[in-house]
């Protein structure tokens, strides 16, 4: 599994997502409840960046339509989304949070 370098800790704010692309792929990177977690950024449903959408209790919410996605699996708890969005493993590596895409977990 190969980490690369996503975003400084130091960017990040609790509960506030930030949208990052590494290698072609859009992330979105939350730093919530003592954790670090990387979602795809791009919701199940429709073409619409999670990112802008609010964290609470561990999920991402779709600002369109509602559907929340856990941080932990990206499985959405409630309709329209019915498909999972894919999360990736995180490090932390000093100041920098470092994520895998080879492998989604
Ligand atoms: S676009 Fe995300 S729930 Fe519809």
Same mark, same amino acid.
Do not use: N
């Given at each position: 599994? =190969?980490f690369?370098?996503?975003?400084?800790?130091?960017?990040?704010?609790e509960d506030?997502?930030k949208r990052?692309e590494l290698d072609?792929?859009?992330?979105s990177?939350v730093?919530?409840?003592?954790?670090? %977690?990387?979602i795809?950024?791009?919701?199940s449903?429709?073409n619409?960046?999670?990112?802008?959408?609010?964290?609470?209790?561990?999920?991402?919410?779709?600002?369109l339509h509602?559907?929340? %996605?856990?941080?932990?699996?990206?499985?959405?708890?409630?309709?329209p989304? =019915?498909?999972?969005v894919p999360?990736?493993?995180?490090?932390i590596d000093?100041?920098?949070v470092?994520v895998?895409?080879?492998?989604?977990s």
């Open positions: 599994m =190969t690369v370098r996503a975003c400084g800790l130091g960017e990040l704010e506030t997502p990052v072609g792929t859009p992330l990177i730093q919530t409840e003592g954790e670090v %977690f990387a795809h950024d791009i919701c449903h429709a619409v960046s999670l990112s802008e959408g609010e964290v609470d209790d561990c999920h991402i919410e779709c600002w509602g559907s929340r %996605f856990d941080l932990r699996s990206g499985k959405p708890d409630a309709l989304a =019915t498909r999972p999360v990736y493993p995180v490090q000093g100041d920098d470092l895998s895409l080879t492998q989604e």
